[in-house]
C-alpha cells in the first residue's frame, strides 16, 4: 500500500480525535477520552506546541498517527514521548505503524534526543513483539503510576486545608 507520512495541520485534529477514540476502544476503555477536538487544535498549534502529530495518508485519507512531545530524563536527558501510535483497524498490516513509529524515531534522532519512551500495554502482545523486534526494551518490572484530574483536585484541596 502506497502512502505518505506528514506532519499534521489544524485542520487534521478531527481526525486525529476519532483515531484518538479508536485508540481507547481499542485498549478497552472507550469513555476514557476527556478531550475535545479544540483542545487538540489548541494545545497542538501554540507556541510552543504541546504535542506534535505525524499523519499516515493516502489519497487524503488518514489512515493512522503518531502523537509525540519531548519530555526531560534526568538520567537521558533530552527525550521524546511518543503517546499514542494508532492505525485504523482497517489498514492495519500494511507497514504504517512501523513508518510513524520510524518517523518518531527519525525525528527524536535528527533533535539530538537521546531517548524515546512509550507505555504500552502487558495485553498487546503484537506491539511488544514488533517494539522489541526494533531493538526496544519493554520493562515488564516498572508500572506506570498517574493522577487523574477530580483525585488530584481533590488532593491539593486537601492538602493545602492542613
Known sequence: MQFTIRK?????MPEAYLLIKEL???EN???AVKIKVDDLEREGFKSPPS???????KDDEVLGMALFYPRFSTWEGVSLHLEDLIVHEKYRGNGIGKALYTKVLQSAVDLGYRRVSWDVLDWNTNAIEFYESTGATVFKNWC???IENEVLLNY???QSNR
Do not use: G
Open 8 to 12: 499534521a495541520k489544524k485542520a487534521d
Open 24 to 26: 481507547a476502544a481499542f
Open 29 to 31: 476503555q472507550p469513555d
Open 51 to 57: 504535542f506534535e502529530v505525524f499523519l499516515a495518508v
Open 144 to 146: 506506570i503510576a498517574q
Open 156 to 158: 491539593v484541596k486537601q
